[in-house]
């Protein structure tokens, strides 16, 4: 049998075994150690922020981020119905609650036309979360966020370098939050970074980061901080992927084109929008929706013929862990969030996949259907 295509494959092949190696060889490997700093500039400027800190991995990122923002407790906080735990965790983690809204049944991102009815007296910030390859819609975001006086904490994690009407995510929240898993746009093996232009949320960031340590004596704490710091290990690769990132998302919109081409007209499969009024898709991962059955035998199917895929998230109103919780709202219904998590996968995506592998991920799609 030919061999497994995995659903994620990094691409390491820059300056990254440079820098890395330069850490080894002058004993800089914890989080003291000048990589972390220039890693933190490079990406800030990269998407147009003042301030840049870099964090252990994104769900550490926006959990510093909002517990930065020290919002009364019991605040609702509002976030897509369809994402990643690490959202919803972060909001419930800081005392708050987290309230769903629906997902566009196109885009797969927060339905913005739904936002206004969910914000209440206790409404004091919006979480938008760009999913997979198309930016939610910011301006109406904005506007509430502007009318209401609410906080926006833009996670970006999947977007890194997309722009929302050539403006770049992440360079939209009061804090931006991003993740460089080994999956997302750059990698450090595991890490995240927090941009802001706000002078005192960086601050209130980055001592939450690192334990709180008063400023005026070393072991002295007001406040439980957290132990989330980058290793310069970490920032050495960050720093060599950055420097490929426009390389990165012209090979994944390449990918995604080679997509489209290969399964568009598959019946009974919808493929992702291929650009909105605001964005062409950077295909941080390339999703599809069946019409007619749930994903998970066409899963099963492709793992056995040698082809990794996963499931679409799995919606947050429905999530076990919540459904004992005081603010869980019984008999929730999302019906988009809860088809998309049904019906959707998403096939291997990673910078070192091959046209050829992307050909033969197609040909056994398409046999799979039709058979
Ligand atoms: C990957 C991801 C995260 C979590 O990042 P980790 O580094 O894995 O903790 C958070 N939000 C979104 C939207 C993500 O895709």
């Known amino acids: 049998m030919s061999e497994f295509i995995p659903v994620n494959t990094p691409s390491l092949t820059g300056n990254e075994r440079k820098y890395v190696l330069d850490c080894l060889e002058t004993g800089w490997i914890s989080s003291e150690g000048s990589y ?4 933190e500039e490079a990406f800030a400027a990269r ?13 550490a990122a926006l959990e510093v981020a909002i517990t930065s923002l020290e919002l009364p407790k019991g605040s609702e906080v509002i976030i897509p119905a369809f994402t990643i735990i690490s959202c919803a965790l972060a909001v419930v983690r800081a ?11 196109l885009t797969w991102n927060m339905d913005v036309s739904k936002l206004e009815t969910k914000i209440t007296a206790r409404t004091r910030a919006i979480m938008p979360v760009h999913i997979y390859g198309l930016p939610v819609d910011m301006q109406p975001v904005i506007d509430l966020a502007d009318k209401h006086n609410l906080y926006i904490i833009e996670d970006a994690a999947e977007q890194i370098g997309q722009t929302y009407n050539e403006k770049v995510c992440g360079s939209f929240g009061t804090l931006s939050t991003f993740s460089f898993y ?11 970074m927090i941009v802001t232009d706000d002078d005192y949320f960086a601050e209130r960031c980055r001592s939450l980061r690192n334990l709180c340590f008063a400023p005026e004596r070393r072991f002295l704490h007001r406040e439980l901080g957290y132990n989330y710091r980058m290793t310069n290990l970490q920032a050495a690769l960050g720093l060599a992927q950055l420097e490929q990132l426009d390389f990165f998302i ?28 605001f964005a062409q898709n950077i295909y941080w991962v390339f999703g599809v929706v069946l019409e007619k059955s749930p994903a998970i035998n066409l899963i099963d199917k492709l793992k056995e ?10 919606p947050m109103h429905q999530q076990p862990v919540f459904q004992n919780m005081s603010w869980k709202r019984s ?41």
């Open 36 to 39: 972390v700093n220039a890693f």
């Open 47 to 59: 998407v147009g922020r003042k301030h840049g800190i870099a964090v252990a991995n994104g769900t």
């Open 95 to 105: 005392g708050l609650i987290p309230v769903f809204v629906d997902a566009d049944p």
């Open 182 to 192: 080994p999956n997302k746009h750059i990698t450090t093996g595991e890490g995240g």
């Open 250 to 277: 012209e090979k994944k919109r390449n990918m995604g084109s080679l997509y489209h081409e290969l399964l568009s007209g598959v019946p009974g499969l919808q493929l992702p929008l291929r650009e909105t009024k």
């Open 305 to 314: 013929m040698g082809i990794g895929t996963r499931p679409f998230f799995y």
């Open 331 to 371: 008999k929730e219904q999302l019906p988009v969030a809860e088809h998309l998590s049904e019906m959707g996968l998403y096939l291997p995506s990673g910078l070192s996949l091959t046209e050829l592998q992307i050909k033969r991920v197609c040909d056994t799609l398409k046999e799979i259907l039709q058979s």
